[in-house]
Nanobody, 120 residues
């Protein structure tokens, strides 16, 4: 089994910063990609940012220039640094990872989610 454990999040004022981290553990042969999604009330889950094993990065247009994703392969950990936060960034943030558990089998796994609230 593979587990994703997130930390960080919380309440911050507009313009503030928060950082999230997510550790992937368990039966891991190789981590393919790691990333962050978010879901605001009444909205669909959307990609925030992800990074693959080749370090190619994607960002949602709404967070470009404000958020930075990074990963530590040795620790199977992905980070999300969020700066210049806006009220519309308020959502539950989910860590996501695609993992090979052996030579041929891979699957997608999710963390439990962490709340980020941007409000004055």
């Amino acid at each position: 089994q593979v587990q994703l454990v997130e930390s960080g999040g919380g309440l911050v004022q507009p313009g503030g910063s928060l950082s999230l981290s997510c550790v992937v553990s368990g039966t891991i042969f190789r981590v393919i990609s790691m990333g962050w999604y978010r879901q605001a009330p009444g909205k669909e889950r959307e990609l925030v940012a992800d990074i693959n094993s080749g370090h190619a990065i994607r960002y949602a247009d709404s967070v470009k220039g404000r958020f930075t994703i990074s990963r530590d392969n040795a620790k199977n950990t992905v980070y999300l640094q969020m700066n210049s936060l806006k009220p519309e960034d308020t959502a539950v943030y989910y860590c996501d990872s695609r993992v090979y558990t052996d030579y041929t089998h891979w699957d997608e796994y999710w963390g439990q989610g962490t709340q980020v609230t941007v409000s004055s």
